[in-house]
């Protein structure tokens, strides 16, 4: 059981297609370095326990942190190949069943995977291999392993070399998730709901501000005045 970040020829041809950089500039608009988004697959390999006829239930904490950062920061649907053509295939399949309820306990319904076999012929044991695609966020590469000027002898009032590395290292370690490097996220549509609740009050001619409670008040107390 391990969990690395690269793809083997057992992930789909598709999946390996899309990993790579996004193409994303490495510059500000103001010509700074600027940390960018790389795209990566996280990977896990999930033994079969052949005696018990399902998964190996001892794994289940690292897969728990493994689906709660696809939740967080994944993108796409969650990748499962599953042997075919092995000695076990028999528990393997109960452990994909298994494995489709666990995923769905945790809010990660069918919608959001897809599933397809690999050659598993001469392997014992052979593991379900989950997967998906998620973003690091790197620096340019002149921000990396820098040797720093003496800045004392800047006399040409010019910006040194590598200006702007601080600030594009410290983004790149605050950013939730590094896909926002991008661009920004789309928003969702109003609440016509509300909307209509807005205006209809408006058209009785009443305000359309939340009503406060005399208990909301903000008035200090005159114990301590």
Request: proline share 5%.
């Amino acid at each position: 059981m391990k969990m690395i970040k690269t793809l083997t020829a057992l992930i789909p041809a598709a999946f390996l297609a899309a990993c790579g950089t996004t193409g994303t500039s490495t510059t500000n608009l103001i010509g700074f370095p600027e940390a960018r988004p790389v795209q990566e697959a996280a990977r896990m390999d999930l033994l079969v326990d052949a005696e018990a006829n399902g998964l190996l239930w001892s794994q289940l904490g690292m897969f728990q942190a493994f689906v709660d950062h696809y939740k967080s920061n994944g993108h796409g649907p969650i990748i499962v190949s599953y042997p075919h053509g092995g000695s076990e295939d028999a528990a393997a399949h109960s452990a994909l069943s298994e494995l489709r309820a666990f995923l769905d306990s945790q809010g990660v319904s069918a919608r959001y995977t897809e599933e397809g076999p690999y050659n598993a012929s001469g392997m014992g044991n052979a593991p379900l291999i989950v997967s998906y695609l998620h973003y690091v966020a790197e620096l340019p590469a002149e921000c990396e392993n820098r040797q720093w000027d003496d800045l004392v002898r800047e006399r040409n009032n010019q910006a040194y070399a590598g200006f702007g590395c601080f600030m594009a290292q410290n983004r790149a370690a605050m950013v939730g998730d590094p896909y926002h490097l991008i661009g920004p996220t789309d928003s969702d549509a109003p609440d016509g709901s509300r909307r209509q609740t807005v205006l209809d009050t408006y058209r009785r001619g009443e305000p359309t501000g939340t009503q406060r409670r005399d208990d909301e008040s903000g008035a200090v107390s005159s114990a301590v005045e």
